[in-house]
T-cell receptor, first 112, second 110 residues
Framework: DAGVIQSPRHEVTEMGQEVTLRCKPISGHDYLFWYRQTMMRGLELLIY????????DSGMPEDRFSAKMPNASFSTLKIQPSEPRDSAVYFC??????????FGPGTRLTVL | DAKTTQPTSMDCAEGRAANLPCNHSTISGNEYVYWYRQIHSQGPQYIIHGLKNNETNEMASLIITEDRKSSTLILPHATLRDTAVYYCIVSARINYQLIWGAGTKLIIKP
């Protein structure tokens, strides 16, 4: 398996623009997680899904952030409108119920 | 979730065993100890986990004290590629909420 795939790897955008981050989990994994990592706050869980259903989105910072999982092999994290403080590395991870999480390479987002 | 305490940074000579400590004095009976590492600019990588018995796999060994209030991750023969931030996390299997601290920055020196 290719592991968790994320795209794009780097995204530079201007304040106010919509940003969409994409994730393809490992085939057969029931759980999908979205994290954000910054120097100030470290690694934070934003939201996670089980069988395509959002289970806990309490980590989503505000209404500008939304996440979807239309099927078992694809998820998106959208920020609209983006702000400079959203600049971070966003990671997607997936797991089986045994909960060892496998992380993707991340998307480095820069909002100017 | 229980919190963990780890040293901010550690050095280790290449080829020697790297011993990374972690305190988790408020761990609950149903919580596991997980170790992940993050090599610069990469996503975190799972290393090992355990409940109360010592565990070993191809990457590392995990030693958990009898009272489960602390543990040590052992990399038996450290290489330069083991330079990374190592995270000790305690979590019940059922809720999947991994709370990430600052970790230990391990630097392997030639």
């Amino acid at each position: 398996d290719a592991g968790v795939i994320q795209s794009p790897r780097h995204e530079v955008t201007e304040m106010g623009q919509e940003v969409t981050l994409r994730c393809k989990p490992i085939s057969g994994h029931d759980y999908l997680f979205w994290y954000r990592q910054t120097m100030m706050r470290g690694l934070e869980l934003l939201i996670y899904f089980n069988n395509n259903v959002p289970i806990d989105d309490s980590g989503m910072p505000e209404d500008r952030f939304s996440a979807k999982m239309p099927n078992a092999s694809f998820s998106t994290l959208k920020i609209q409108p983006s702000e400079p403080r959203d600049s971070a590395v966003y990671f997607c991870a997936s797991s089986l119920p045994a909960d060892t999480q496998y992380f993707g390479p991340g998307t480095r987002l820069t909002v100017l | 979730d229980a919190k963990t305490t780890q040293p901010t940074s550690m050095d280790c000579a290449e080829g020697r065993a790297a011993n990374l400590p972690c305190n988790h004095s408020t761990i609950s009976g149903n919580e596991y100890v997980y170790w992940y590492r993050q090599i610069h600019s990469q996503g975190p990588q799972y290393i090992i986990h355990g409940l109360k018995n010592n565990e070993t796999n191809e990457m590392a060994s995990l030693i958990i004290t009898e009272d489960r209030k602390s543990s040590t991750l052992i990399l038996p023969h450290a290489t330069l590629r083991d330079t990374a931030v190592y995270y000790c996390i305690v979590s019940a299997r059922i809720n999947y909420q991994l709370i990430w601290g600052a970790g230990t920055k391990l630097i392997i020196k030639p």
